[in-house]
């Protein structure tokens, strides 16, 4: 007998739970119900919530280094490579100009009592070598970005489809309601290419969708947060008072309908969310100390360490999943020309605060349960693009490599081999599904059970594959 | 309890089962998905059933399928091997062994098998089967006055269940107004429905509404969201599409007509090439190609992942043509079979061999050395308008050339002498004296944006004229520099030489390429050389290559560009791949030779009829001259050139050398060629639509699992098989046209006896009056898409919508004047605890307005909604802001009358959705939605309190309201009676009032546009 995969629960059956319970209130209600389903009647989702099992992580942070990291110059050490600098090889590439075989211009070292490999790009990352776990056979289905990004956060390379993000909200719901669960930071100089689509509730309910702040300096970091100036406090307060006796008084006489106390519900989230927001997103509140750690001060780092230290202040405050882009359709580390003065650039940036984020989370006892994924869209070609000093290197979705750290991971662990020149996975090969069923798997979630029925297919994180890769858990 | 749940779950019919993972199939899945279509419960071919063990061990007329004692003979297993069975299409090897292997353990079976996958005698396949509802009278029990109150109450009656007494006249005018046409009705539109006491007062309401255009633009709404609507191309640059608009009208103007269904259908699936296509027919086609086109990767350099995008492509078209139209996913069985329809994967290929030529109308731009495929339109014209079209054109554009090449000699029998004379003979020449004409080679320029020859060069534009060439400006809009374009070459050249006078007006801040020659077979795998000149740290002259492999710093001096000078810069690239560049005669730096190792390190070879010239129109750097030659010149060579220099000429010089007679003929050529310009430049520009257009396609394979490269046998289209009374065969020849085959599509796909045709069409206009259709899922009628709740009143209302001529005005009038529609939507809780989701509708379900009705009401009663119907889409937004490489959508905050229109015209970009839109459920308009959501969220509550929109709206509310009223209490009436339709109670009246004397009346405004009363209908 073929287990059954959906945890869902029939809709007809809930509702009917919460109108029979109409008589006894919400309150009654929120005791009796686990609170995922007292929130999918809210938004008539139709699969029931909370984990499969006790979850190893709580949340999740997430630094997407845009245009595609290489492998190849900063985990993935390949003495061949550097043995056979210059010389040809043959392999087909996006741009169809590959050139020859090209080492990495920096220096590779083991690092920390794991011995991990990280280069001379990276040092500061490097200090958290044994908080680590590096995955090096990572594949991807596409060699051009946009696909690319939306294969890393939805699984699938069209548009359309949900975030990681958003399958983690409608799974697991918001553990602080006065907040987005599922919080974007966009690297304030361009969002990465699909904008808003890369973080699309797709067709789950607008709840788990995405909340985009603004990440640049000045104004509000979520839109239509503030009052607008015309209006008075004191008029903002009659005049809400006022809607809550009309919606009140509506609800009241409309009593099959649960959506209707949910707005008014919603309303007083709003305004608890335009106090408290401000103040989360005031960075002014952290010492001195920690901001020196990320870096927020610093020109060069300020861009990455603000939005990696929002990133904290959200985790703690229960946001679920945070997700972080360094680089956009903009400034990249789509290396393409001049690898060296790219990567040292888009290093320098990204070095910092991403290893300050880690020591500071280890450092408040939230790296046990909070797991950190440092990914990319695709690594980059061994062969170079282009000859000479200037030369880049091209995209490369066969193989590349991702890092993660914290909650429920073995650290210090470095996992998967790729071939002599970092080409192919040789052994281990870990598939963007691979890697999504294990995320899942860590905070709790079945990446089979955890579905929902749209155009014909119960659609998952993971389409039809995916396993959890038991080895990088502790 | 429990057997109340068993009644919900028989209607909830909501397949909950995990997708089934590929590759990794036991034998009962195999079983399930191959065998038991035709050996099942429903059709047991041969007597045989292989649902379960027993059955399978009873066997059929040939006898047991399975021998328990000696698994390994067993019939089923012979015949399976022998690959007779399943007939016509054998079992993969995978599958066999798994077969062999489950058989040998025992052959068990998971209970009993098919409850989790359609077969043939699944409800949906059947013919239609119109019935009257059986009535009996019951006792006290009015008799139904139409047919579908008959089946509701039946459905009601058979759970015990009672429908709702009717709704108050002025909920059921409010609900109807939204239902046709989005927007509240008026308060006086209530008060004079309030005062019709006719029995015919509710029919009139609804025929007012059904003439009104505002209907069109509401249904045109749903129907845009099945065919995901998008006026922009997706993927990674967005561009906009700006001629898709014409397809929305063509949907507000079908719905509008009340236009046949069937024809609707056709005309969207096969409209361009049915017997006599019209401009609307044309537009329709735009439904087939709205998806996203990834431009980019199509021009991959690696074959297979182009190949494997228009797969994508076309999946999607399949997908978006068969959910529509037919509710089914046949898109699912692109790799494989269908999971849980009787849809074999080969018939899949069958459908997509009948769209394989279809592309939307994107165009590449290689001339202009432009990345890839632009978005663009059709030109509407019937084919003997666009030949006669195109003889003028090239009529006129034959008697300028003729002009302009002797214009051309006579200007060049004025220069003294050749600079051919005693030096190397180039290839082509380009003096830029008067016009971008080439001696020696027809290599003649074509001018892109502001470029322009003045003053005897060649550079950008210095008056201010707007940006000429029209033809790129439309197809990459907001691009950059402009260009000379010269023809195609028309001899192949592998070695040759470069050679530029360039007048130096500044010096560039950016890098520029002044002249290059460039392959054009497609930009990934072009091959370009040229005079670059790298700004930067070290400004130098270069050698411009693709990917560097050919561009290196030769060590020259760095570039000191003086305004007022002249440079000479020549660049040689010999046959063995060496390349040398020279400043002013001279060795610039040393010349060096690119890896040959690499193909692109090596000597290019740009082939005749695949390769140009292009120079860079700079504002900077002027071209006095240039030449290309057919091999390499030696040093000496090039300082000879450099030393005689360049005759600079220029009209006025050139014409005072000539005799009189030349002298007139120059004038009268001159005067000759404007007229004939003037004369182009008037010929009518036609209309351009986005639409399908049709490019040469290969024959179509099946897939093996849906891999590009493994193809298996060829197939011609044909529909599906799983229909009952409706073959799939098409009977099509090879040889047939692709108009032909995809005409046949459209016909068998919309058609009478296609019952799938019209029970989902049907099936979604009922969703759009009462929240949800007879089958739930709108866009699945197969097996996850579950059984409708009232399979009787489906089929009577489908085949009375085709005898009505496949009318949906009728379909809403039937619907709009039942007893079902009028019912309150007062809640009944113990109806509530027997069917919680209202499927049998023992009430009118209470809803909130969509994304679009909220925003459109907030603009009808603060009356400032601009009714204009139709035309190009509104756009607040700005396209332009470019980060990196690639241009942005910024949100503008703009008001004006344009934006003030009904939010059916807001342009449809994918990356500039509305926040405000999106937190009510707009979905992305790139993807396909049959139903919308209603979610409620604090992010939902934040845009509704906050944004700026409301703002305006509330305070537009206000001025309204002190216009038409006068002294708080009236104004508070007229308020409520345009936001609500109904006036304050007492204790209403009270609690405004105080509001709108603390605040004044937009806190009251504001207060309405928030109030669930004003964003639900009941």
């Known amino acids: 007998m073929r287990a059954n995969f959906s945890m869902s629960v029939d809709p007809s059956r809930r509702r009917m739970l919460l109108d029979a319970a109409g008589g006894f209130g919400w309150a009654a209600l929120a005791s009796i119900l686990p609170r995922g389903l007292l929130r999918a009647a809210d938004t008539d989702s139709q699969t029931g919530l909370g984990p499969h099992f006790p979850p190893r992580a709580k949340r999740i942070i997430q630094v997407f280094a845009v245009g595609g990291m290489s492998h190849l110059d900063t985990f993935d050490f390949k003495p061949e490579l550097q043995k056979r600098d210059g010389t040809p090889y043959s392999m087909p590439t996006f741009f169809g100009q590959g050139g020859n075989l090209r080492g990495c211009p920096w220096e590779f070292r083991r690092h920390g009592e794991s011995g991990t490999w990280v280069s001379g790009l990276l040092p500061n990352l490097a200090g958290q070598a044994d908080r680590l776990t590096v995955v090096r056979s990572m594949v991807s289905k596409s060699a051009n970005h946009m696909p690319a990004v939306a294969q890393m956060n939805t699984g699938f390379i069209l548009t359309g489809f949900p975030a990681m993000g958003a399958w983690l909200t409608y799974a697991l719901g918001a553990e602080n309601e006065n907040l987005p669960s599922f919080v974007v930071l966009p690297d304030p100089n361009s969002h990465p290419w699909g904008g808003s689509a890369q973080w699309t509730n797709g067709f789950l309910p607008a709840t788990a969708q995405g909340t985009a702040f603004r990440t640049h300096s000045g104004g509000a970091p979520v839109p239509d947060l503030e009052v607008p100036g015309n209006v008075s406090a004191e008029a903002r307060a009659d005049a809400s008072a006022w809607l809550r006796r009309m919606n009140r008084a509506y609800a009241e006489a409309h009593p099959g309908d649960t959506t209707l106390d949910a707005r008014i519900r919603n309303y007083e989230i709003a305004a608890r969310m335009q106090l408290s927001v401000p103040g989360i997103a005031d960075l002014g509140q952290e010492s001195e100390a920690t901001r020196s750690l990320y870096g ?179 | 309890m429990a057997l109340l749940l068993a009644f919900l779950g028989a209607f909830s019919g909501v397949a909950l089962a995990g997708a089934v993972p590929e590759g990794n199939e036991d034998g009962p899945a195999i079983l399930e998905r191959r065998c038991l279509q035709c050996h099942g419960p429903a059709t047991q071919m041969g007597g045989l059933d292989l649902s379960s063990r027993e059955s399978a061990i009873q066997g059929g007329t040939r006898g047991a399928a399975i021998s328990p004692s000696e698994p390994s003979k067993s019939l089923l297993l012979a015949r399976v091997l022998a690959g007779e069975m399943p007939p016509g299409a054998p079992l993969p090897t995978d599958d066999r062994q798994a077969l062999r292997k489950w058989i040998a353990a025992g052959a068990e079976w998971p209970d009993r098998l098919h409850d989790r996958r359609a077969g043939l005698d699944w409800w949906a396949f059947q013919p239609l089967s119109p019935t009257s509802p059986d009535r009996t009278d019951s006792a006290g029990q009015d008799r139904p006055s139409s047919p579908i109150d008959g089946w509701i109450l039946n459905g009601l009656e058979s759970a015990g269940l009672k429908p709702a007494p009717e709704v108050g006249r002025r909920d059921w005018i409010r609900r109807v107004s ?221 008697r300028i050339e003729r002009a302009s090449a002797a214009l051309g000699r006579l200007y060049r029998n004025a220069r003294l002498k050749s600079p051919a004379d005693g030096h190397a003979q180039p290839f082509a020449r380009w003096t830029f004296d008067t016009d971008g004409r080439a001696d020696f080679a027809p290599l003649h320029l074509r001018f892109v944006r502001d470029a322009e020859v003045s003053g005897g060069t060649l550079g950008a534009s210095t008056s201010a004229r707007s940006a000429g060439a029209g033809e790129l400006e439309e197809e990459d809009p907001g691009a950059g520099e402009g260009f000379g374009v010269s023809r195609l070459l028309d001899q192949e050249i592998d070695s040759k030489t470069l050679e530029a006078w360039i007048d130096v007006v500044s010096a560039p801040e950016k890098s520029l390429t002044l002249m290059e020659i460039r392959g054009l077979s497609g930009f990934r795998g072009a091959s370009v050389d040229g005079i670059r000149y790298e700004a930067g740290d070290k400004p130098r002259w270069e050698n411009v290559s693709v990917g560097r492999f050919r561009s290196q710093d030769t060590g020259g001096p760095p570039e000191d560009l003086q305004p007022g000078t002249r440079v000479h810069v020549a660049i040689t690239y010999a046959k063995d791949g060496t390349i040398a560049v020279y400043r002013d005669g001279k060795a610039y730096g040393a010349s060096y030779r690119p890896d040959p190792g690499i193909p692109a390190g090596r000597l290019q070879i740009y082939p005749s009829g695949d390769a140009l010239v292009r120079f860079t129109a700079s504002k900077h750097l002027r071209l006095a001259e240039a030449r290309l030659y057919d091999r390499a010149l030696s040093a000496s060579e090039i300082a000879a050139s450099h030393r005689s220099g360049i005759l600079d000429l220029n009209p006025a010089m050139l014409f005072d050398r000539l005799n009189p007679a030349d002298q007139r003929e120059v004038k009268r050529l001159e005067h000759e060629r404007a007229g004939l310009q003037r004369r182009l430049d008037a010929i009518p520009k036609p209309e351009l639509v986005h639409s399908a257009t049709v490019r040469a396609a290969g024959p179509t394979h099946v897939l093996i699992r849906g891999s590009v490269s493994n193809p298996g046998k060829r197939v011609l289209p044909g529909g599906l098989s799983c229909i009952g009374g409706h073959p799939g065969d098409l009977d099509l020849q090879d040889a047939a046209s692709e108009g032909v085959w995809r005409r046949a599509m459209a016909e068998w796909i919309a058609s009478a006896e296609n019952p799938l045709f019209s029970r989902v069409i049907v099936n979604r206009v009922w969703q759009a009056h009462f929240g949800r259709g007879f089958v739930g899922n709108p866009s699945d009628f197969g097996f996850n898409g579950g059984l409708p709740s009232h399979p009787g009143l489906l089929d009577q209302l489908a085949s009375d919508f085709i005898r009505e001529g496949w009318s949906l005005k009728s379909l809403h009038r039937s619907i709009l004047t039942s007893q079902v529609y009028r019912q309150s939507s007062r809640h009944d809780r113990s109806a509530a605890a027997k069917d919680a989701d209202n499927r049998l509708l023992w009430k009118f379900p209470h809803r909130r307005l969509d994304a679009e009705s909220v925003r459109d009401s907030m603009l009808a009663v603060s009356g400032e909604l601009n009714r204009m119907l139709y035309g190009n889409s509104f756009r607040p937004f700005e396209f332009g802001e470019k980060r990196g490489s690639l241009r942005h959508y910024v949100l503008t905050q703009s008001d004006t009358p344009d934006t003030r229109r009904r939010t059916l015209y807001r342009m449809n970009v994918i990356t500039a959705t509305d926040p405000l839109l999106e937190s009510l459920d707009c979905p992305l308009p790139s993807v396909k939605t049959p139903r919308r959501r209603s979610t409620t969220t604090p992010l939902q509550s934040l845009s509704l309190m906050n944004s700026a929109f409301v703002q305006l709206r509330a305070a537009g509310f206000a001025a309204r309201v002190r216009e038409e009223a006068a002294g708080v209490d009236a104004q508070v009436n007229r308020a409520f009676e345009l936001a609500f339709g109904r006036r304050p109670d007492h204790r209403e009246m009270a609690d405004s009032r105080s509001l709108v004397e603390r605040h004044g009346l937009e806190s009251l405004c504001w207060g309405l546009f928030n109030a669930s009363e004003f964003l639900y209908v009941r």
């Open chain 2, 178 to 398: 939204y239902t046709l046409t989005g927007l509240p009705p008026t308060p006086e539109e209530i008060d004079s429905f309030l005062a019709d006491e006719s029995p015919q007062a509710h029919e009139r309401v609804v025929e007012r509404l059904l003439a009104s255009p505002h209907y069109g633009e509401r249904w045109a709404r749903h129907w845009l969201d099945l065919v995901r609507f998008a006026e922009s191309e997706g993927f990674e640059r967005d561009l906009p599409r700006d001629h898709v608009w014409p397809y929305r009208d063509y949907v507000v103007q079908s719905f509008n007509e009340d236009k046949s269904y069937l024809h609707f259908a056709r005309e969207q699936i096969a409209g361009d090439v049915m017997e006599n296509p019209t401009r609307d027919s044309v537009v329709a086609t735009s439904m087939l190609t709205l998806g996203p086109v990834d431009a980019v990767g199509l021009t991959s350099a690696i074959p297979e992942e182009r190949a494997l995008i228009r797969e994508d492509m076309l999946e999607e078209m399949l997908g978006t043509v068969t959910q529509s139209f037919l509710g089914l996913t046949v898109n699912c069985a692109r790799c494989h079979d269908h999971k849980f329809d009787p849809i074999p994967q080969e018939e899949y290929y069958r459908m997509k061999a009948a769209f394989e030529a279809v592309w939307p109308p994107t165009r590449p731009v290689p001339s202009a050395g432009l990345d890839a495929l632009f978005p663009h339109g059709r030109p509407i014209l019937t084919p003997s308008e666009e030949r006669s079209r195109d003889r003028l054109i090239e009529d006129f554009e034959d």
């Open chain 1, 296 to 474: 927020v001060d610093d020109e060069e780092t300020a861009d990455l360490a603000r939005n990696c230290l929002l990133a904290r202040r959200l985790v703690e405050r229960g946001v679920r999943f945070v997700q972080i882009y360094h680089g956009g359709s903009g400034k990249s580390w789509d290396a393409h020309s001049d690898l060296i003065k790219n990567h040292e650039e888009m290093a320098r940036e990204y070095d910092r605060p991403v290893a300050a984020l880690l020591s500071d989370l280890h450092g408040r006892g939230l790296l046990d349960d909070t797991l950190v994924l440092g990914v990319t869209e695709f690594g980059r070609t061994p062969v170079s693009q282009g000859t000479g000093e200037k030369a880049g290197r091209d995209h490369h979705p066969s193989c590349f490599t991702c890092w993660m750290a914290g909650g429920g991971l073995r650290p210090g662990l470095s996992y998967g081999q790729s071939d002599e020149v970092g080409n192919l996975p040789v052994e281990q090969e870990v598939t963007i599904y691979d890697l999504h069923a294990t995320a899942l798997h860590l905070m709790g979630l079945d990446h089979e059970r955890l579905t929902f029925y749209h155009n014909g297919i119960n659609r998952r994180l993971t389409d039809v594959h995916g396993h959890v890769v038991e080895a990088l858990i502790a």
